[in-house]
């Protein structure tokens, strides 16, 4: 196994001594770099991209050939498991991602089958294969996939929706039906998790973006305790002195703030939080990490209102073990380039201080 260069993001998502905090950004590969545009149009469309494991590795190294981040994350969707259980995903421009299928009710939801990673899935083994060899030891290199709840919104939406109400429909009216989708993509998902792991991902996130949505009671039954279930199962390996040794999963859920506590109680490794969330407040700090929480839009701002923002969140955060700087939610695509360049000079500069070598 290579050395890495730069263990400092996994160092802090076990809560162990570093110089500064380590950071990355969601959606760090993506449509605000000129490159990745040219690459697109060049591509021709966004699956393609996804995959073609050359292409998706040369995404995911894009951002570390500018800024000097202290992670990668491969280039991929949260919605490639439906799209492998058949529901035939695309993307319309300016509208975000569709299913030529949705999931109306319980024998559709049987018909689905678990997809074996190294089949139809094998193009995001492959990106994730080629981008550990190029990157070379440099950083830690993210896996990850969306929640059950989160994939099963789509599935049942047809695509992206604002009001989520035909799964709550099925939430409220059949929750047998969205238990037994829930359950199939649980198992789908630590599956594919696994498998990313065997590949070659160093740290694994589950992206909960539509946990947010869900009611106090409902949020833990249908998004909660599959989430739970997956990291049950995931093949984490054991904690030693070599670093790499450990597999460290982030649970992030948006709009999750007021159940954070749960979410530490899942047993996860980092909780990601999004910027409604105030630092401080975390109980936990130095025994569990937290990954966040700037607003992405502060990033449209002055370089002096991105500093003080990002002080602020190092603030925050205070002197303890376990941060790893991000955004509250993926880049906007509209960001200049050179305001992420700022942000993350900033981040290591300014978070010197909360760290004693």
Not at 33 to 49: C, H, I, N, V, W
Request: hydrophobic share 40%; with cysteine.
């Amino acid at each position: 196994m290579s050395q890495l260069k730069n263990d400092r993001y996994l160092r802090a998502l076990q809560c162990l001594p570093v110089d500064y905090t380590p950071v990355w950004m969601m959606r760090q590969a993506g449509r605000y770099l000129p490159e990745y545009r040219q690459l697109r149009s060049k591509a021709g469309d966004f699956m393609t991209m996804c995959q073609t494991p050359e292409l998706a590795c040369e995404v995911t190294l894009q951002p570390l050939q500018r800024f000097e981040l202290d992670a990668a994350i491969i280039f991929s969707d949260i919605l490639t498991i439906p799209d492998a259980m058949g529901l035939g995903l695309y993307f319309e421009s300016g509208e975000g991602p569709k299913f030529k299928k949705s999931i109306s009710c319980i024998s559709d939801i049987e018909q689905l089958p678990i997809p074996d990673p190294e089949q139809s899935l094998k193009y995001v083994m492959d990106a994730i294969r080629l981008t550990k060899k190029e990157l070379n030891g440099k950083v830690p290199l993210i896996g990850f996939s969306g929640s059950p709840w989160t994939l099963a919104t789509y599935m049942i939406e047809g695509g992206s929706s604002k009001a989520f109400t035909k799964i709550k429909k099925m939430l409220y009216s059949e929750p047998k039906a969205l238990h037994q989708l829930l359950e199939k993509l649980a198992n789908s998902i630590a599956l594919y998790l696994n498998a990313q792991i065997q590949a070659g991902a160093q740290s694994i996130m589950i992206f909960d973006t539509w946990g947010g949505v869900l009611s106090h009671q409902s949020y833990q039954t249908f998004s909660l305790d599959y989430m739970q279930q997956i990291l049950s199962q995931l093949k984490q390996g054991k904690k030693s002195q070599d670093i790499t040794s450990y597999i460290p999963v982030t649970l992030f859920t948006k709009g999750g703030g007021i159940w954070l506590d749960r979410i530490i109680n899942t047993g996860c490794d980092a909780v990601g939080v999004d910027w409604t969330v105030n630092l401080s407040q975390i109980t936990q700090k130095g025994k569990i990490a937290v990954q966040g929480n700037l607003d992405p839009s502060v990033l449209y701002a002055r370089k002096q209102t991105i500093e003080s923002n990002v002080e602020a969140v190092l603030n925050e955060y205070g002197y303890h073990n376990g941060h790893v700087f991000n955004l509250g939610h993926g880049i906007h695509q509209d960001i200049p380039v050179e305001n992420v360049q700022h942000l993350i000079e900033a981040v290591h500069r300014l978070s010197k201080r909360f760290h004693h070598d």
